[in-house]
């Protein structure tokens, strides 16, 4: 009878340890240990695999959450959170994204996005300033403010949608104005920075952004024009190629990644074992489009319609869509200066594919460069487009 109370004893000790324990390391996280203060900040939505990492621990993320300062919210393909704050604004993060909370305190709060897209709002009678940071620059948001920031690739794009934040970037001050889009560009290898200024347009926001707005009653567009810009893009998605010969306008398509045949032992060996021997992804082929249609239109339907894997994300400051893979080879993965890149008629644009035209009979290459941004497959820096015959 003593050995049996000395095992139930003994169990009930350890049971209160393992739920002391996970007090003790969850407790926080779900803001119980708050004493009579109200939180800094709380998780107001979450939708899909979103993680924060507190202390070097990660836990998955749950509305409700209290935050503090220190945390990093990660937000993984296809989720997104949004985070309340005592002062009276709103961050929102969207797929793939990932923001650190800096500063975090009942008066104001400083949030650096470190990669993806961020939407923030502060409301009109919030006394507190909103900072963001990412890569170099910081935004000061007043109240009533309704802002996005993003970090894609060494780029960042600041948009304005209400409000007159402030943007601090390479020693200098700018005011910003409903409408402004500003996008930032900074070579750390070359220690140069770029700034440009352009209009806010709704085919340059990311759906994360576009369907916040729509919630706001769009602010400096109107709904009909930002769901006109959801249409289009699923309408995109859903098409497949018809690839024929002779009917209609035709371009002739390629894909080859040959250039990577001298560099097999910079490869992962798994990958090498999927490059074809020829260094041909896709012949020269015949495929049928519309009149509008875009180099990159072309490559990704055709891709769809002949199996061939094609990865790609909305660039914002190459206004349109950007080719991170095709086929088995992803950029850099034949080292730091590798990725795809597209001829027409011989011709390396120094532009996006989304924004050059197919013509009638164009003869368009999607070539693999390893070495020189190009240099491998004839690139020279910004070459003009070639002067046409008379």
């Not at 794009?157 to 005011?175: C, E, H, M, N, Q």
Request: charged share 25%; net charge negative.
């Amino acid at each position: 009878m003593k050995k049996r109370r000395y095992r139930l004893l003994t169990a009930a000790v350890l049971a209160a340890a393992v739920l002391i324990a996970g007090a003790v390391i969850f407790g926080p996280l779900r803001g119980w240990f708050r004493g009579g203060n109200a939180s800094r900040a709380d998780v107001s939505q979450v939708s899909g695999d979103v993680s924060v990492l507190r202390n070097g621990m990660a836990y998955v993320l749950k509305k409700g959450v209290s935050l503090r300062a220190g945390d990093v919210l990660a937000a993984g393909p296809g989720s997104e959170c949004q985070a309340r704050f005592a002062f009276g604004a709103d961050a929102a993060l969207g797929e793939g994204g990932r923001m650190e909370l800096t500063a975090l305190s009942q008066e104001a709060a400083e949030i650096a996005v470190a990669e993806g897209a961020a939407l923030f709002e502060s409301e009109d009678a919030s006394q507190a300033v909103l900072k963001m940071t990412a890569d170099g620059c910081t935004v000061e948001a007043e109240a009533g403010s309704v802002l996005s920031v993003e970090a894609y690739n060494g780029t960042v794009t600041v948009s304005v949608f209400r409000g007159t934040p402030i943007l601090r970037y390479a020693g200098k001050v700018y005011d910003l104005l409903p409408g402004d889009r500003v996008v930032m560009i900074r070579d750390v290898d070359a220690g140069t920075d770029s700034l440009s200024f352009h209009r806010a347009l709704a085919a340059d926001l990311r759906g994360f952004l576009i369907r916040h707005l729509m919630d706001r009653g769009g602010l400096i567009f109107d709904n009909s024009q930002l769901q006109a810009v959801l249409d289009r893009r699923r309408e995109e998605t859903e098409q497949t190629a018809v690839i024929q010969e002779g009917e209609g306008m035709t371009c002739t398509l390629e894909i080859r990644c040959d250039t990577v045949l001298d560099h097999m032992d910079e490869l992962l060996p798994e990958t090498a074992a999927l490059v074809p021997k020829d260094g041909v992804i896709l012949p020269p082929t015949a495929v049928s489009f519309v009149d509008g249609d875009s180099v990159y239109d072309v490559l990704r339907r055709t891709c769809l319609s002949s199996d061939i894997e094609i990865e790609y994300s909305y660039a914002v400051a190459l206004s349109g869509y950007y080719v991170k893979q095709i086929g088995d080879l992803a950029e850099r993965a034949c080292g730091p200066e590798s990725g795809w890149m597209y001829k027409v008629n011989g011709w390396l644009p120094n532009f996006g594919s989304a924004r050059y035209a197919v013509s009638d009979g164009d003869v368009i290459v999607w070539c693999y460069t390893c070495v020189g941004l190009g240099e491998d497959i004839g690139a020279e820096p910004w070459q003009d487009a070639p002067e046409s015959e008379p």
